[in-house]
């Protein structure tokens, strides 16, 4: 690199082009500003960020001198993907850092290999930043409305609305196109959705047959029933359960803290209280927690011995007939917890769901049982014997 004088603009020249001095040329006009100063890379997108951080900082310094309309470089939308995957990992974007697993979940919604937004654009010649707009949101999701699900849509939406928050922040896009972005709404999907009130909800006969089949048939194999049974007596996810440790535990007020720290995370990344634990339940955890002393308990072996128990009771003739498996579990205790008249809110907050409207539209509408009449038992108020005499005082 180096340095070169164009008037009164005091730049370095990148090798990637002359994109620094273009830039700073414009900039100087519109803005009078008598000198400016760019760092040179040898990356032509590093370029890109840095002379956009620039831009910002001279505009700020004019005291809010409104900055040019039109975004000051075009990059290829992988790469934007790419600059948005590391630094969305790495939690230099707003809002809390994210877990490895959400990072994963945006990579593959947004470069997968099947359905994948950078994949999409490329099949149909938008593939750079000038061409990421709402067109380019509403044709994608169109297309994969015949073999998503409409929770998978509406998770590919809110990806594809951050990238564009992303793109203009860094200058890629026009504030119209990232307006127009958040209004669009995710299609109806064609396929209906795998949580369906057919599916049902396990009763206690289908669960205790589970537990059965769980239960280890040679000495020194891992208990997987114990958890098995912990996970439906508390409601807790599969990830949970398995992380449960003693300081969790709180007998003295009948509750079970779920924590979160350095080496476990929940879902929504926040803490909660089961309550209204009975003894029993405690008991289990206790031994639970001995288990996993005793054994190295993973996920994936729970999730091993649970298929196998499946295929057991498939072969058997009786299989189990949830597609999610272990999360019937936690379905069937939100169920369990409404017919002993716990309240929704409470249900809610102790399946650490933020609305009860989650809640009720991903379990209790799946029951098929039979609901008992509220009145079943009681005689009818009005059978009581009448009364000789006129009806009215006056007759």
Request: net charge positive; glycine share 8%.
């Amino acid at each position: 690199m180096r340095k070169a004088r164009r008037g009164d603009v005091d730049l370095v020249r990148l090798r990637s082009g002359l994109l620094g001095i273009r830039w700073g040329r414009k900039l100087s006009r519109e803005a009078g500003v008598a000198a400016i100063e760019a760092t040179g890379t040898d990356n032509e997108r590093e370029a890109g960020k840095i002379l956009e951080r620039r831009r910002i900082e001279v505009y700020a310094s004019l005291g809010g001198v409104r900055p040019v309309a039109a975004p000051i470089a075009t990059v290829s939308l992988g790469d934007l993907v790419a600059d948005f995957l590391d630094e969305f990992l790495a939690g230099e974007l707003p809002g809390r850092k994210p877990s490895t697993s959400t990072v994963a979940l945006y990579r593959t919604l947004l470069t997968g290999k099947r359905g994948g937004l950078v994949g999409f654009a490329a099949s149909i010649q938008r593939t750079t930043t000038r061409q990421l707009d709402e067109i380019l949101i509403e044709r994608w999701l169109e297309s994969e409305r015949l073999r998503a699900s409409r929770d998978t849509l509406r998770l590919r939406l809110i990806a594809a609305r951050r990238l564009v928050e992303y793109a203009k922040r860094r200058g890629f896009v026009s504030g119209d196109a990232l307006a127009a972005a958040r209004d669009v709404n995710a299609p109806r999907a064609a396929r209906a959705p795998r949580r369906t009130r057919q599916e049902g909800v396990a009763s206690p006969e289908l669960i205790a047959r589970l537990l059965a089949a769980m239960t280890p048939k040679r000495r020194g194999a891992i208990p997987f029933h114990r958890i098995a049974e912990l996970q439906f007596r508390l409601g807790l996810r599969r990830g949970e359960v398995i992380a449960l440790d003693s300081h969790w535990l709180r007998e003295d007020l009948g509750e079970v803290h779920v924590t979160v720290d350095g080496a476990f995370e929940t879902k929504n990344h926040e803490g909660r209280i089961v309550d209204g634990v009975d003894k029993l339940t405690f008991e289990l955890a206790r031994e639970v927690i001995a288990i996993k002393r005793a054994y190295r308990v993973t996920v994936c072996g729970y999730r091993e011995a649970f298929d196998r128990a499946c295929a057991r009771l498939a072969r058997e003739g009786a299989p189990w007939p949830f597609t999610r498996k272990t999360h019937a579990l936690r379905s069937a205790y939100a169920v369990a917890s409404r017919h002993a008249g716990v309240p929704l809110s409470i249900v809610a907050l102790r399946l650490g769901h933020s609305s009860e409207r989650t809640t009720e539209r991903h379990y209790f509408g799946r029951t098929n049982e039979r609901q008992r009449s509220p009145f079943e038992g009681a005689a009818l108020m009005s059978c009581a014997p009448a009364r000789s005499g006129p009806m009215h005082p006056t007759e």
